[in-house]
């Protein structure tokens, strides 16, 4: 039975080694499907705890909004993972997953649902009515994540074409978050919202009109892509089925555990603190609060559609991650000493800060990619168990920030004081600390080598 099995491995990493790589349509088709998840995603991170807190909920409440999606989304990933190993049918999932994504974060930025049918709007009720919500988006976004990432590894076994699909949807997040900061910078421009009533106008036609644009992805992912063909999942399933026990015996999967979830503590803790610094820390003009984001991700953008031109191995992506780690580091010295008087310098930081995300973006999901590698029949847990494990951890960091920053103590002392505040050692320290530790986790991996062809039709051709 071994030998049969091995035999089969063998028999896949030779059709590996010479798989023809994807057409450029079929890649962007692909990338065009996580459009939804990544607007919705983007004005979570940026702007709900702001969005709450203008509300009157206290630091600490907003983060227990936070924390209760983020919690329903981990736990959500571990079974989605399993299900959709089982029974396949990805796009199925992925529709699914939209549908309940675009419903229920309407409702999340759409005002508290329970207090208008009880009557009471009280922040109690504003807690849990808001929470309820944030669970239901974030179980829609979890089935729809992890439907769309696992696709990766049946849709082909070339290896630099799951590193160009793995990209493109890195492209689109860029475009994803650059559509959600250009509506934002509108809506603040046309709004000077001040009262209650206009504060929740604000955020309502932000989150409306980053729904629709998403919803318009989707569609175009559902026509584009194809469900994997039944050759390509014989591909698949031509091993028995991987018990979990497979993963939690490799030493890879811990390592890449460890750098997936320091990256998404770098982009997602970084992404939630970044409104507040720039206006209480920095003190600069509101429009900054789409500004700076937006530069973030032009950056993040056009180094992503750079990166799909690379013929990619292991060595090379592990250079790369590298590189974005260290930039990330020295980029969050800068802004931990960075003093109001020179927050114009901000505006360059960001340009370092999409770059090094990018680069750090790219090759950690890949890293995925190549711990799977053609043990395809466990891709579902992987990407399940790994974003459980990241979505957890990004929402306790931000609810021990948030409740460091509900401290009257803490808050004197920055305010009063001169000295630094909560926000600043968020944004600051954690991510530079983060891509330190990944960074040297990288440096101990030992990745298989491989060597693909190049895409078929570069992007930027």
Not at 98 to 104: E, G, M, Q
Not at 377 to 404: I, M, Q, R, T, W
């Amino acid at each position: 039975m071994a030998i049969m099995v091995d035999a089969k491995h063998d028999e896949v990493s030779a059709r590996a080694e010479h798989a023809e790589p994807l057409g450029r349509l079929a890649i962007l088709g692909y990338g065009a499907g996580h459009m939804l998840n990544d607007i919705t995603s983007a004005c979570w991170f940026t702007y709900l705890l702001l969005f709450l807190t203008d509300l009157g909920l206290s630091p600490r409440d907003a983060a227990i909004v936070m924390l209760s999606g983020q919690v329903a989304d981990a736990f959500t990933t571990i079974f989605a993972g399993v299900l959709i190993d089982r029974f396949g049918h990805f796009k199925l999932w992925h529709g699914g997953g939209s549908i309940l994504v675009a419903i229920s974060f309407s409702s999340v930025f759409g005002g508290c649902l329970p207090c208008k049918i009880i009557g009471n709007n009280s922040f109690t009720l504003q807690t849990i009515g808001y929470s309820l919500f944030a669970s239901i988006f974030n179980v829609g976004w979890a089935v729809t994540q992890v439907s769309h990432m696992s696709m990766v590894n049946c849709i082909t076994l070339n290896q630099t074409t799951r590193v160009s699909l793995t990209s493109c949807r890195n492209a689109f997040t860029m475009v994803a978050n650059l559509s959600l900061y250009a509506v934002a910078l509108a809506v603040f421009n046309m709004y000077d919202a001040k009262a209650y009533a206009d504060i929740k106008s604000e955020y309502r036609w932000i989150a409306y009109l980053s729904i629709f644009m998403g919803c318009c992805f989707v569609v175009v992912f559902l026509v584009a892509t194809k469900e994997p063909t039944l050759k390509q999942r014989r591909e698949c399933e031509s091993f028995s089925k991987i018990s979990w026990n497979f993963w939690f015996k490799k030493a890879l999967y811990y390592q890449v555990a460890i750098v997936y979830v320091l990256i998404r503590l770098v982009t997602n803790v970084s992404q939630a603190l970044l409104a507040f610094f720039v206006i209480n820390d920095l003190g600069m003009p509101q429009s900054a609060k789409a500004l700076v984001p937006a530069i973030i991700y032009i950056s993040s953008f056009i180094v992503s559609v750079i990166l799909q031109e690379i013929s990619w191995n292991s060595s090379r992506l592990k250079a790369t991650f590298t590189s974005g780690a260290v930039l990330w580091i020295l980029s969050g010295s800068a802004i931990f000493v960075l003093p109001s008087s020179l927050h114009s310098t901000m505006y360059i930081l960001s340009i370092i800060i999409g770059v090094a995300n990018a680069l750090m973006m790219v090759t950690g999901i890949s890293m995925q990619s190549m711990l799977v590698g053609k043990d395809v029949n466990g891709c579902g847990f992987v990407y399940g168990s790994l974003s459980f494990l990241d979505k957890l951890s990004c929402g306790l960091a931000l609810y021990v920030l948030e409740s460091y920053q509900d401290s009257d103590h803490i808050m004197r002392s920055s305010a009063e004081n001169g000295g630094l505040s909560v926000t600043r050692y968020g944004l600051g320290l954690i991510p530079s600390i983060c891509a330190l530790i990944s960074a040297l986790v990288t440096c101990t991996m030992e990745l298989e080598e491989t060597q693909s062809k190049r895409l078929t039709e570069p992007l930027l051709a």
